[in-house]
């Protein structure tokens, strides 16, 4: 946001990049007539070197430069032809295009030694790796960038490398890092006297603070940027702070006052301001309106919020908002509205899920093929130094045949050493070829890794989605009574469910896998996260008309996980609520054994044939059956269950009787001196 990076061509025809990050040169400007923008519109324009305004016309003309310069072999054109191609792509949102254009760009630069123009595109392809989702490439580029312009002494580019790191670590929940880029960012735009990106730079702060839930801090900051805005009447930022503002006073519960200033933002906001901000300010006072019982100004933004962010093709803000109609039409008892509004967004929701879907399935196979790749790369290392080595004791062995016939006490010499360094030499070679083979194996065990997955993916969540469309379709074919209606709204909830589920433990299971999940044991009361976990399982309960039992005594507290533990207690209490028919019970316990606590989940089912006990820790594969009112389930739960208990430093066995039920029996290391733990604070989700 702080910089454009432009292009020129002398009288020759040689075209050179110009980056304008200078103290205000380009950005005062461009501030005065620019709207304000999303997070990640702000994260992209932070980073472009070139502003795309259409980007399919872009895209074509990038490509038509691209072919001249490359058929007149004309290299500094070729770099701007490639660095015009992946901002186009980027617009677009095709990021995978984008990267590989940003980088050739990058090569060039780098190849002539254009410390400058090398660190500006760094921030492009820094951009196009965060939008990609690889956060951690996109810290790399951005701190080699960061390094470049610091050595460079060129403040505008260092402050623009700190706001977008801010960005960044904002993305991540990493809030302390975040706040110190921003009010570096701060500072370095203060020094270079860009007033405009010193009101963006106090918004960051102030959205940071907010997101942390520290009000009078980020009011603080917002005040000082609405000062300075209005000082230099710039409408967009003045916009972009009321709204900022707004967003405080509505995280504060004060809806009125929120609504004050979304209004006030609306009428600063200039014409040319990105539809899809509007949409979410509109969004945003429809909420405020709702919330204090004024539905009909709350519909009527919604819609104008709908029209904005179809225009702006927004396919998340669409489904967002349609499903706030949705729920508007049914408080005012509208309910052919309401279910028009909700098959829009379900429909919707089909396409945002597969979208994220897709990414996550990308992001696995990507940090697969790197990891493969670095293997490879190992293997043919070691190839090369056991070649080396071979090369070596071939020409000693030839030196020692053209020198053996010379004297009696060097040929007993070089004989002596040689067969000391063949023994050396044959002992590095066989331990290298152990390695090898552990390598082979552990690449072995990761394809195996990658194949469960996939076949989980392509086979366990394709069919619930696969029914979920076929309820979508059946609910779409036209109006249906209450009554039928009522019982295909529970269906579809409790397919929801099973789905979601499936893809938690999925998603744990896998980073589990991938060595992704680590631990950070702390005094964790099990008592509270036992009533926490029945609590929120218990409209599952009554379904079923089970009784869901708590018999944990209070001190009972471990050293573990917080987390990890939620997600077991969650699958074993889920998976006896599952297999135990109506009127059942299912209790959770726990007992002290020695230097641990023992923690039982007992159920009055249907208990587990002997036939099944060896699969139920996904020996030979995932594996899962119909509970007893017939719910599908995910196949990886106790799996998880076992491995997040052993990492906690316990162990998890069961045993079980058809007809009688199962116990399922847990332990946990204890926390002997309780005096000064506090009680469970992070609610997080396990």
């Known amino acids: 946001m702080g910089a454009l990076l432009g292009q020129s061509a002398n009288c020759s025809g040689t075209a050179v990049i110009v980056l304008l990050i200078y103290a205000g040169v380009a950005t005062t400007a461009h501030a005065a007539s620019s709207a304000p923008l999303t997070f990640s519109q702000q994260h992209q324009q932070a980073s472009h070197p070139v502003a795309v305004a259409d980007p399919l016309n872009s895209l074509k003309q990038a490509k038509l430069a691209l072919e001249a310069a490359t058929k007149a072999k004309n290299a500094p054109q070729t770099a701007i032809a490639q660095l015009r191609l992946g901002s186009a792509f980027e617009a677009l949102h095709r990021y995978d295009e984008a990267v590989p254009h940003f980088a050739a760009a990058l090569r060039h630069h780098v190849r002539t030694r254009n410390t400058y123009s090398a660190a500006t595109v760094r921030y492009a392809l820094g951009s196009a790796q965060f939008s990609q989702g690889d956060t951690g490439k996109a810290r790399e580029t951005y701190l080699l960038a960061l390094k470049s312009f610091t050595a460079l002494q060129n403040l505008a580019g260092v402050a623009q490398g700190h706001e977008l790191l801010g960005h960044l670590y904002a993305s991540e929940a990493k809030w302390t890092q975040a706040l110190k880029n921003h009010e570096q960012a701060l500072v370095a735009w203060e020094k270079v006297g860009n007033e405009y990106q010193t009101i963006v730079a106090m918004n960051n702060m102030a959205n940071v603070h907010r997101q942390q839930r520290h009000y009078s801090r980020a009011l603080y900051h917002l005040q000082r940027a609405y000062r300075k805005a209005l000082m230099y009447q710039d409408s967009a930022r003045t916009g972009q702070t009321l709204t900022s503002i707004g967003q405080v006073y509505q995280a504060m519960n004060n809806q009125e006052v929120a609504m004050g200033f979304y209004t006030q933002a609306l009428t600063n906001l200039p014409p040319t301001t990105a539809p899809d901000y509007v949409a979410d300010l509109l969004h945003s006072l429809a909420t ?4 204090i019982g004024n539905h009909e100004q709350a519909s009527a933004y919604l819609r104008q919020a709908l029209l904005l962010a179809r225009q702006a093709r927004a396919l998340s803000r669409v489904s967002s908002i349609y499903q706030s109609l949705s729920n508007l039409y049914q408080r005012d008892n509208q ?3 309401s279910l028009e509004a909700l098959r829009h967004y379900a429909d919707l929701q089909d396409s945002v899920f597969a979208e994220q879907r897709s990414a996550q399935v990308a992001e696995l196979q990507t940090r697969y093929e790197t990891e493969k790749k670095e293997r490879e790369i190992q293997l043919l290392t070691k190839d090369r130094q056991i070649q080396a080595s071979q090369l070596r004791r071939q020409q000693l062995l030839r030196n020692v045949l053209l020198t053996g016939t010379a004297v009696l006490i060097v040929l007993a010499t070089v004989l002596y050493r040689s067969r000391r360094r063949h023994r050396r030499l044959n ?16 690449l072995g065990r990761l394809n195996r890794t990658k194949n469960t997955l996939f076949s989980v993916i392509s086979h366990d969540l394709r069919s619930p989605l696969g029914s979920l469309y076929s309820m979508l379709s059946l609910l779409n074919m036209g109006a249906l009574p209450p009554e039928r209606l009522a019982v295909h709204s529970e269906r579809l ?11 938690d433990n999925l998603l744990n299971w896998s980073a589990a896998q991938m060595g992704g999940e680590a631990i950070r ?3 964790v009361y099990i008592d509270e996260t036992v009533e926490e976990t029945l609590s929120l399982l218990l409209s599952d309960a009554e379904r079923k008309g089970i009784y869901l039992l708590n018999h944990v005594e209070e001190p009972c507290v471990v050293q573990a996980d917080l987390n990890m533990i939620r997600l077991v207690l969650r699958n074993l209490v889920a998976n006896a609520i599952k297999f135990t028919p109506a009127t059942g019970t299912v209790t959770v316990a726990a007992q002290p054994l020695g230097t641990m606590w023992e923690i039982t989940v007992t159920d009055s089912g249907i208990g587990i044939a002997s036939t099944d006990r060896e699969k139920i820790f996904g020996q030979g594969g995932p594996h899962t059956t119909l509970g007893t009112a017939r719910e599908k389930g995910t196949g990886l739960g106790l799996v998880l269950c076992k491995d997040f208990v052993e990492r906690n430093g316990g162990k998890l066995s069961f045993e079980s009787e058809v007809g009688q039920g199962s116990i399922f029996r847990f332990t946990l290391p204890a926390v002997t001196q309780i005096m000064g733990v506090s009680r469970n604070t992070n609610s997080a989700a396990g």
């Open 288 to 291: 405020a309106h709702d919330s």
């Open 335 to 337: 309910y052919a509205l």
């Open 427 to 442: 002992g590095l070679l066989q331990q290298q070829n152990v390695d090898i083979q552990a390598q082979r194996d552990e």
């Open 493 to 503: 909830s409790r397919m929801l469910d099973t789905t979601l589920s499936l893809l």
């Open 521 to 523: 044991p702390e005094p």
